[in-house]
């Protein structure tokens, strides 16, 4: 996070009084697990405050100080909105706060995890897994919409002043704008404290690229008719693809509900539907790529996606066919969590 000391914890008396708490905070600087905010004109008052508590590391500090004073001097107007600025009363639980890792919580750690970690490698927001792999940020797994939200607001509970938390879960919508009950959810946990991402997609999976689907085509036992379901999904506007189950298709889970009414197609013994609840979302499709499309693509698609980026043969114009301002969505989260890592 990014974290201001206002020049008064650094003077006289209270310098000396919170010298012990200002020096820790600095220490999470020089290890990098918080950015300086510092004004070039109080690098002066820094550097006194220096010599007088840690002289022999007074020279480290102040150069730490100086770099970030020379990025904040050209950082872009605005670049003030949210800053940690600490103050004596409530310096010593900024400090808990800050030295606790930041918190992501999902729906499943696992799945989730490996779609984040995927499009965080596409859109060079690499530094959010680096701050998992170096435990700068916890993945907490919610078992569902409901234990998500609920999870989220107990870990903010566990911050003071600065409620290093995020919730993102998928908003299972069945068409454009669809406000279902995991926006009451998201908004429940913000009143709580959290920073709440619902996704504008159904799910994390909509947001797969169509060239790892063509991967997953050309490894599984039956690759022709998955060949096929592919080609009727790229038949699909962004705004249908993007609320399409890909995991299950049109089918859906087992245990079907009872708004999802069959259609007779005209080949004999032939049926189809398309749940209810989409409306007239899908009324333009072909008869034929419905019918391809009952089925989905299956539940290990998040594996495939990072394996396929890792690989080497995924690419952030990949992601551009999504359309719908996807990769923005996408990159609004990522910034998201970056500030309150």
Known sequence: MRVEIPVDLLRGREGDENAELVLKLITFFREARHEWVISPRDVGILQVFLQRHVPTLAQTYLLLAQKASMAQAWAPHGESNGVVRVAGETLASDIRDLEQPAVLVVENAFYDWQMIEAIARLLDCKDVVDAKESSRLGVYNGGGKDGAAWHAVDQAAKFSRTKRVVLVIDSDSF?????????????????????????????????????????????????????????????????????????????????????????????????FFVPSRHGDLYDGVAEQDLIVLQEGFGTDLPSLFLQEVMRGGISERDLDGLGLDAKQELRSMFEMIRSVI
């Not at 999976?205 to 999904?233: C, F, H």
């Open 175 to 271: 068409y454009p704008a669809d406000r279902t009950g995991n926006h009451e959810k998201a908004d429940a946990a913000t009143c709580g404290g959290v920073s709440s991402h619902v996704l504008s997609f159904r799910e994390m999976e909509n947001y797969i690229p169509n060239r790892v689907l063509a991967r997953q085509s050309k490894r599984t036992t039956g690759m022709s008719s998955m060949a096929k379901r592919l080609e009727s999904l790229k038949a699909l506007l962004p705004e249908q693809r993007a609320h399409f189950d890909m995991k299950h298709g049109f089918k859906g889970k087992p245990h079907r509900s009872p708004d999802q009414k069959r259609r007779h197609t005209r080949q004999a013994g032939t049926t």
